[in-house]
């Protein structure tokens, strides 16, 4: 929308104070502000879980039983990949998702939208891998085109 300096601000200001989630959202944020409208200097690292793998695509299902039994899909160039939950994770989402955190859960209505896996490849290959932490996005569209002057 035209306030790159703005947005970068914001972004760095999120990115310093929080993890997971909001972190990478912000890093994402910043990354889409051209370098000449960012702060001269600033960087504005990735946050992942250590040794861990990532993936994205687009979230095509979940199937869930309790809090450690649970697997996701997602679409990704055309093929399918898999992952299940082997005990403790993190998960986290776009703050526009506008859902309070003790009504979202990712097993329901969150198909369709833009997410990033950490894992740990599995061991037998019968799927992609184990979770350590996962994040969904909600893509907002890009901002209106200006209409020519005149």
């Given at each position: 929308m035209g306030r790159g300096r703005q947005a970068a601000?914001?972004?760095?200001?999120?990115?310093?104070?929080?993890?997971?989630?909001?972190?990478?959202?912000?890093?994402?944020?910043?990354?889409?502000?051209?370098?000449?409208?960012?702060?001269?200097?600033?960087?504005?690292?990735?946050?992942?879980?250590?040794?861990t793998l990532r993936a994205e695509g687009i979230l095509?299902?979940?199937?869930?039983?309790?809090?450690?039994?649970?697997?996701?899909?997602?679409?990704?160039?055309?093929?399918?990949?898999?992952?299940?939950?082997?005990?403790?994770?993190?998960?986290?989402?776009?703050?526009?998702?506008?859902?309070?955190?003790?009504?979202?859960?990712?097993?329901?209505?969150?198909?369709?939208?833009?997410?990033?896996?950490?894992?740990?490849?599995?061991?037998?290959?019968?799927?992609?891998?184990?979770?350590?932490?996962?994040?969904?996005?909600?893509?907002?569209?890009?901002?209106?085109?200006?209409?020519?002057?005149?």
């Amino acid at each position: 929308m035209g306030r790159g300096r703005q947005a970068a601000d914001y972004a760095k200001f999120v990115a310093d104070r929080w993890f997971g989630a909001d972190h990478n959202e912000a890093v994402e944020l910043w990354n889409s502000v051209p370098e000449s409208e960012r702060p001269a200097g600033e960087v504005v690292p990735h946050w992942n879980p250590k040794e861990t793998l990532r993936a994205e695509g687009i979230l095509k299902g979940s199937t869930c039983g309790d809090n450690a039994n649970w697997s996701l899909s997602l679409a990704q160039g055309g093929q399918t990949l898999t992952f299940h939950s082997t005990g403790r994770y993190l998960w986290g989402y776009s703050d526009s998702l506008w859902y309070g955190q003790d009504h979202i859960n990712f097993c329901h209505y969150l198909e369709g939208h833009r997410t990033i896996v950490y894992y740990k490849p599995a061991a037998g290959g019968s799927y992609a891998g184990d979770v350590v932490e996962f994040e969904v996005r909600d893509d907002l569209p890009a901002a209106p085109a200006k209409a020519p002057a005149g």
